[in-house]
């Protein structure tokens, strides 16, 4: 797969090779091409397919890079948050460094990428996101229900894709996790967290198996058959996990440089207000 934001991939490959050189597991998520298409249910109705923001001042969606980095408590948080009308995504990078792990998360244009390494003992989060904003609410029997402050108009047909670029190594036998997943997601309507859709790839390395890489797509579909427009709730994120449990003990020589590893958070890991 041609890999258009290959300096992204670089970018945090250097960031993650800064730490120290005992670092043991680590992961890296990319992707992209993120792309919204629309098309036309109706062509005959001279209307074309459209969607926005649902008012100047709320209809805007949120964007954040975000590392984090903890040894079973926080040793550091860095985000990175922004508002944009649409892509391409307006660019930040978030990173934090300890000599024993670090994570790093990098959006712009139409790529997200995020990568984490950590030592033995340390664990280390890495996500790059968008998201549109959302509105909050109680269903009838008191669920709790989110839309997003997007429309679609009415005949249109939605669909957001990405290209993604997944990696995670852990030596064998050791004591931990290092996964990287890449996921799209939306909704049309008020709907609960878990009744979005959802097109998510993901790998993981752990004891049983020490390293592995993917690369793919991932898509969603939303369509509004209705001749009224309807709030509309789309997202993308990179995302990156690596822990060394304090009770691993790797085997002799298996110890490798942060970054060379080329959680699935939950979706309410950040709630965009």
């Not at 945090?12 to 680590?26: E, K």
């Not at 001279?46 to 926080?74: H, L, N, R, V």
């Not at 790998?203 to 309807?230: F, P, R, Y």
Request: net charge negative; glycine share 12%; charged share 10%.
């Amino acid at each position: 797969m041609a890999r258009k934001h290959a300096c992204l991939a670089g970018l945090l490959f250097g960031l993650a090779n800064s730490a120290a050189a005992q670092v043991v597991a680590s992961a890296a998520a990319e992707m992209q091409h993120i792309r919204i298409e629309l098309f036309d249910l109706n062509p005959g109705d001279g209307i074309a397919p459209w969607f926005g923001p649902a008012t100047a001042e709320s209809g805007w969606a949120a964007a954040q890079a975000d590392a984090t980095m903890t040894k079973w408590a926080d040793l550091g948080l860095d985000i990175q948050v922004g508002d944009f009308s649409g892509l391409p995504i307006e660019s930040a990078n978030a990173q934090v460094f300890n000599p024993e792990a670090s994570a790093s998360a990098l959006r712009g244009g139409d790529g997200l990428a995020a990568s984490s390494s950590a030592n033995l003992g340390y664990a280390a989060n890495g996500y790059a996101w968008f998201a549109s904003r959302l509105t909050y609410s109680t269903g009838p029997n008191g669920e709790n229900l989110q839309a997003g402050q997007f429309v679609l108009g009415p005949f249109t047909r939605l669909q957001l894709s990405a290209d993604y670029w997944l990696a995670a190594t852990l030596p064998a036998g050791t004591d931990g996790t290092a996964r990287a997943t890449a996921i799209v997601y939306g909704a049309l309507g008020a709907v609960t967290p878990d009744g979005m859709s959802t097109d998510m790839a993901s790998i993981v390395s752990s004891a049983d198996q020490a390293g592995s890489s993917s690369t793919g797509s991932v898509s969603i579909s939303l369509s509004n058959a209705g001749d009224a427009a309807q709030a509309l709730l789309i997202g993308a994120q990179a995302s990156t996990i690596t822990v060394i449990n304090p009770s691993a003990v790797p085997e002799p020589g298996t110890a490798v440089l942060g970054g060379l590893g080329l959680l699935a958070l939950a979706l309410r890991r950040h709630r965009v207000g």
